[in-house]
């Protein structure tokens, strides 16, 4: 049985992508992402589940970032899940009594509509997840009045259920990734995505441009490009870019050699099935059968043939 690290504690909503990418596997729940992936990293666990991008929020950064330095991980799966937050108390608590509320920074944007209506006073503070701040809530002199996460910790945890549905979007999904360490990858499917960071080889006009040529040219389209600061000063950057196709794939495999040639470096982060089943149309003239055509036509013209 998998052994799989999470951002713990029990009730998280990444507990839930876990149980729904890998139902039969051992849990060990994480204080944070970057301990769940280095729990993967040190062989304390087969692989771990994180979130990496939210609907309304944006890039989870931790994750991102987590991914693109240290030991390498690869992405093996993803899953997309609706987040439903409730507004979680101790018993007997009021709207009126709550000061503090205490939730995961992704939470606090998602819900602040509803902050700012409902509790306009209250003081919204940053918690390691949703869980960890219903389990610190529920503990008696918590200096939190009040959790937002998912209903499912608001039991686990005997909090009462104040406010439902409180996000600002009903619709708002998480995207979670399986990720372990590198050793096998997904067969393709027809309907894959691959990820993958980009570290620029100077800064010039175009070089993001460059980059970009060559997924276009060869018709691999981008689902999510995000630049990260390297650390290295103002205005350093290196790109994550997550695009349809698996890295067997012909145009995705010549995408990638190209971008190892104008790159300083490129760190593969997986090619795995798309959640959400959608199989894209390949242009004309992309296809593997395309490319290995016009390889042997070069072939031909090399051996000396008209
Ligand atoms: O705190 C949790 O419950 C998490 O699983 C983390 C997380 C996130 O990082 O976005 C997951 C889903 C929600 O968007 C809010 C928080």
Redesign the pocket.
Known sequence: MPKLAY?GPE???????LRILAPEADRLPSAN?SAALDAARRGEADGAVV?LE?SL?GA?TT?LDELAWGDPLLITAELL?P?E?SLLVRKNTTMAQIKRVF?????IT?CRGFTARELPDAMVIA???????AQEVALPGSPYDAAI??RI?GEHYGLVELAANIGDRAD?V?R?VRVSRPGSMPEPTGSDRTSLVAFLNDDHPGALLEMLTEFSVRGVNLTRIESRPTGDGIGRYFFHFDFEGHVADARVGEALSGLHRICTDVRFLGSYPRADRFFPQIKRGMADADFAEAEGWLARIRGGQA
């Open positions: 951002l009730g998280t909503f990444t507990e839930e992508a992402v979130p939210n929020e989870i994750t899940l987040v937050f939730t995961h920074p992704a939470a998602q918690a390691p997840s949703t869980a960890a701040a996460a998912a910790a708002t998480t979670f």
